[in-house]
């Protein structure tokens, strides 16, 4: 058996993987159904194929890959249909949870979010603006303090966090400079207003928009 110490390397290089892999690919760097090709992936991150593969498997399980029988690896994809009717689950359980926040729910989480969004759009760094905008929706659905409903709206958002950082990257060469983080700056007014309907009304505005093709 390995000790601790002998495992350490291993699985830090297995970290760096599981990094930099989905750092590009919710960065912008690979588009669904992109291949990944284990040689290339080995050479450019100076790792060995065992914790490579290794990265893989968890990132399956992220949803942002996937295994295709004899042709290898590569970028998560869903289809339109999919997609569809994935984010009308995501309307409905962030209808719930904005319905039935409590008036004194903690917006600190909230706020951070915001907060890391901003900063993020203004550094023009995707990866970290795609990470900022699932915590800040996440954010407004544990508002509600049902932990169940927070699990299954995470459990959506692992399978479509792709496709809405795709959207977020479409948008920003379409649209107006910084209108997906305005977008969300008047959600966030909104939820600190406390005025459900308000709310409502910007995730409604935020759902129309989708610049998936």
């Given amino acids: ?28 760097g690979a588009d ?7 040689e290339q992936l080995t050479r450019r991150f100076g790792i060995s194929r065992a914790p490579l593969r290794e990265a893989m498997r968890l990132l399956a399980q992220q949803g942002l890959v996937e295994h295709v029988p004899r042709r290898g ?14 984010y009308a689950v995501r309307d409905v359980l962030e209808r719930h949870a904005v ?5 004194d729910a903690d917006l600190s989480g909230v706020a951070a979010a915001m907060k890391a969004m901003q900063e993020s759009d203004a550094r023009g760094d995707r990866f970290d603006m795609a990470t900022a905008h699932r915590e800040l929706h996440v954010a407004v659905v544990a508002l509600a303090g049902n932990r169940q409903l927070v699990a299954v709206y995470e459990s959506v958002l692992v399978k479509i966090q792709l496709y809405m950082a795709l959207n977020l990257r ?10 997906g983080v305005h977008r969300h700056e008047r959600l966030f007014e909104a939820v600190a207003r406390r005025d459900p309907p308000a709310v409502l009304a910007a995730l409604d505005e935020h759902g129309a928009r989708s610049y998936i093709q």
């Fill in 1 to 28: 058996m390995r000790s601790e110490s002998e495992q350490l390397p291993s699985a830090s290089l297995v970290e760096l993987a599981v990094s930099r892999l989905s750092r590009e690919i919710l960065g912008g």
């Fill in 170 to 179: 479409r948008e920003a060469e379409v649209a107006p400079a910084h209108d």
């Fill in 32 to 38: 669904p159904g992109e291949r990944l090709v284990e």
């Fill in 73 to 86: 690896v590569r970028v998560a994809t869903l289809s339109d249909v999919d997609i569809q009717e994935l």
């Fill in 99 to 103: 319905t039935t926040t409590p008036p």
